[in-house]
């Protein structure tokens, strides 16, 4: 499983990717951003959470350096224990939220994902 995020021609990467660029550029290549480290931007903690999301629910933005460019991701935080400024990795998890408690079919999306963990 990557994590998958998108160079265009001009040399910008964005996560999620998306079918054009900055200034309409098309895109060139994907990037596994969970090969790299990122360093967090800011970070909160959810009390009151969607249904089948975990309470309390860390979440963070962070900052990827690939290659000189600059990528920002928002996912959830493997604990409530960071600071901005600390060097996190995306880690794999099977579940970002449980299946059977949301409105939609269970069969009818993905429910795995990253997290971001402390280094």
Avoid at 15 to 22: A, D, K, V
Avoid at 70 to 92: K, N, S, Y
Avoid at 110 to 115: A, H, I
Wanted: net charge negative.
């Amino acid at each position: 499983m990557t994590m998958e995020a998108t160079r265009y021609e001009d040399g910008t990467i964005s996560y999620p990717g998306h079918p054009r660029g900055p200034g309409g550029t098309e895109p060139v290549e994907t990037v596994d951003l969970s090969a790299y480290t990122a360093e967090v931007v800011t970070w909160t903690t959810s009390m009151a959470t969607p249904p089948g999301v975990r309470e309390p629910n860390h979440l963070a933005i962070v900052e990827f350096d690939v290659d000189g460019e600059i990528v920002r991701a928002l996912g959830q935080l493997t604990t409530g224990d960071v600071e901005t400024g600390d060097e996190v990795q995306p880690v794999h998890v099977d579940e970002l939220r449980e299946p059977g408690a949301g409105i939609r079919e269970p069969e009818s999306q993905k429910w795995d994902g990253y997290r971001f963990e402390p280094v």
